[in-house]
């Protein structure tokens, strides 16, 4: 996690800088919860358990009452411990310890989206984003880690709904998940790819 705020500061100013770019009334933030599930290589190699502690952030642009452009940000911790078992070391040693692994994951993106309908109780929405995933993983071998930082790129599909609030206002509850492609290609996994379950509100900036 210390690794990562090096990062979350320069991404914060990114979005602030966008804002005040374009601030007017067609702008509009989202501020919502994510549960990280690890999926493929993510899983099977490093960690299999959900992460619950995790956040998404928008600020995007109405192009229209249906298209919006804009930049995002996210966040999920993952961590998982395995029983002691003995691990090979090479050269004929072995040790006895319990293997730890924690991975911080933060990705910013620029993003698309569109909702299907102008009109209506419920809204579905879908969307695409790209951009930088900010890696921190972190190995723990009983007392001694490795830790390794990277910066690699990640897609994103989204799909959900939103909620509106009020018939004169922008303002949404919004319930989707995202699928997100992330590329590793380190410690012999080519990927830490992941599930994202969301659920926040949007919001227009007045």
Same mark, same amino acid.
């Not at 990562?4 to 770019?21: Q, V």
């Not at 909702?115 to 190995?139: E, M, S």
């Not at 009020?166 to 992330?182: E, H, Q, R």
């Given at each position: 996690? *210390? !690794?990562?705020?090096?990062?979350?500061?320069?991404?914060?100013?990114?979005?602030?800088?966008?804002? =005040?770019?374009?601030?007017? &009334?067609?702008?509009?933030?989202?501020?919502?919860? &994510?549960?990280?599930? #690890?999926?493929?290589?993510?899983?099977?190699?490093?960690? !299999?358990?959900? =992460?619950?502690?995790?956040?998404?952030?928008?600020?995007?642009?109405?192009?229209? =009452?249906?298209?919006?452009?804009?930049?995002?940000?996210?966040?999920? +911790?993952?961590?998982?411990?395995?029983?002691?078992?003995?691990? &090979?070391?090479?050269?004929?040693?072995?040790?006895?310890?319990? /293997?730890?692994?924690?991975?911080?994951?933060?990705?910013?993106?620029?993003?698309?989206?569109?909702?299907?309908? +102008? *009109?209506?109780?419920?809204?579905? %929405?879908?969307?695409?984003?790209?951009?930088?995933?900010?890696?921190?993983?972190?190995?723990?071998?009983?007392?001694? +880690?490795?830790?390794?930082?990277?910066? *690699?790129?990640?897609?994103?599909?989204?799909?959900?709904?939103?909620?509106?609030?009020?018939? %004169?206002?922008?303002?949404?509850?919004?319930?989707?998940?995202?699928? &997100?492609?992330? #590329?590793?290609?380190?410690?012999?996994?080519?990927?830490?790819?992941?599930?994202? /379950?969301?659920?926040?509100?949007?919001? #227009?900036?007045?």
């Amino acid at each position: 996690m *210390k !690794s990562l705020s090096k990062y979350m500061l320069p991404a914060i100013l990114i979005i602030a800088t966008s804002y =005040s770019a374009t601030a007017q &009334n067609a702008v509009e933030i989202g501020i919502g919860y &994510n549960v990280g599930l #690890p999926a493929s290589s993510f899983k099977n190699d490093y960690i !299999s358990k959900p =992460s619950f502690r995790g956040f998404a952030a928008s600020l995007d642009y109405a192009f229209t =009452s249906q298209w919006r452009a804009g930049i995002s940000i996210g966040f999920n +911790d993952y961590y998982q411990k395995y029983p002691r078992q003995v691990y &090979n070391e090479g050269g004929g040693s072995a040790v006895s310890a319990v /293997l730890s692994n924690s991975i911080q994951l933060l990705p910013v993106m620029a993003h698309v989206n569109y909702t299907l309908f +102008d *009109k209506g109780l419920v809204r579905p %929405y879908a969307g695409l984003g790209a951009g930088a995933n900010f890696i921190h993983f972190d190995q723990y071998l009983g007392e001694f +880690d490795n830790p390794v930082s990277k910066v *690699k790129f990640i897609v994103q599909g989204e799909a959900g709904v939103f909620i509106p609030l009020s018939s %004169y206002s922008s303002t949404a509850i919004k319930i989707g998940a995202a699928y &997100n492609f992330s #590329p590793f290609n380190e410690f012999g996994t080519p990927n830490l790819n992941s599930w994202g /379950l969301q659920a926040g509100i949007r919001f #227009p900036l007045h």
